[in-house]
């Protein structure tokens, strides 16, 4: 029940201010929302309602959006000259960030090391000795009939 009272209220003017200031800082819908203390479905229904705040909406995601993209450009630099030490994921994910919201930034992530593609098999077992369970080299037709060397008994 408590979902259809949630859409059954309106947005006040200070809620909606809330949520726009915090979609440019954080630039996700559902982070702005928990911060702003409103549902995305309220959200929703008010982008419904009216295009101005549909359009306020579109332009604080393309700031937020932009504002990521920047601090994750600033992070990578600062690895890059060795300001900042962290490990490889941040890194990474520093990069995914700047590939998914910069325009025309294509990050190249090297991998060191290589990958060997034989397969290599290790067991407990030990392996027998072959030597030893090598047959004799006369054929023995019966026994005793061929002699090693080839006469016949």
């Known amino acids: 029940m408590a979902k259809y009272k949630e859409k ?3 947005m006040t003017s200070s809620q909606k201010r809330a949520f726009l200031e915090a979609l440019e800082r954080l630039g996700t819908k559902k982070k702005a929302c928990e911060e702003a203390g409103v549902s995305p479905w309220m959200i929703r229904v008010e982008e419904q309602k009216s295009a101005i705040f549909r359009r306020r909406v579109v332009e604080a995601k393309q700031a937020g959006v932009t504002r990521m993209a920047d601090e994750a450009l600033e992070r990578i630099r600062a690895i890059a000259s ?9 890194l990474t994910a520093n990069l995914a960030l700047a590939n998914a919201y910069e325009s025309g930034f294509k990050g190249v992530q090297r991998t060191e090391g290589h990958v060997d593609h034989n397969i290599r098999v290790i067991t407990g077992i030990p392996r027998p000795n072959y030597e030893a369970l090598e047959k004799p080299k006369s054929k023995l037709l019966k026994e005793g009939a061929i002699e090693e060397d080839g006469n016949e008994t």
């Open 8 to 10: 059954a209220q309106k």
């Open 82 to 90: 060795g300001e900042l030490e962290t490990d490889k994921t941040v």
